[in-house]
């Protein structure tokens, strides 16, 4: 089992910057890719950005450019920093991690806020 635990999150104007972290604990040796999803008020969960074992990056055309993720393997952690920040960007973000046997794990959500 493996356990998230997101923090960073909070309230921002328009151009300003965030840095969110998951911390895993548990059997993180077990984890494959970690990533971070979103999830805004009437709207789908989607995927931000993910990042492999081997640090192999993917992320959502929207946030191309202004987004970096990046993780600790030794530690179980992953971040998103969050450049050039606009209120669309405003949801509960959400950590996740996937297992090498198919495992999907969930944290309980940061919430972002960007002012206008």
């Known amino acids: 089992q493996v356990q998230l635990v997101e923090s960073g999150g909070g309230l921002v104007q328009a151009g300003g910057s965030l840095v969110l972290s998951c911390a895993a604990s548990?059997?993180?040796?077990?984890?494959?890719?970690m990533g971070w999803y979103r999830q805004a008020p009437g709207k789908q969960r989607e995927l931000v950005a993910d990042i492999t074992r081997g640090a192999r990056t993917n992320y959502a055309d929207s946030v191309k450019g202004r987004f970096t993720i990046s993780r600790d393997n030794a530690k179980g952690t992953v971040y998103l920093q969050m450049n050039s920040l606009k209120p669309e960007d405003t949801a509960v973000y959400y950590c996740n991690a996937n297992g090498r046997i198919g495992q999907v794990y969930w944290g309980r959500g940061t919430q972002v806020t960007v002012s206008s």
């Open positions: 548990g059997s993180i040796f077990s984890i494959n890719a």
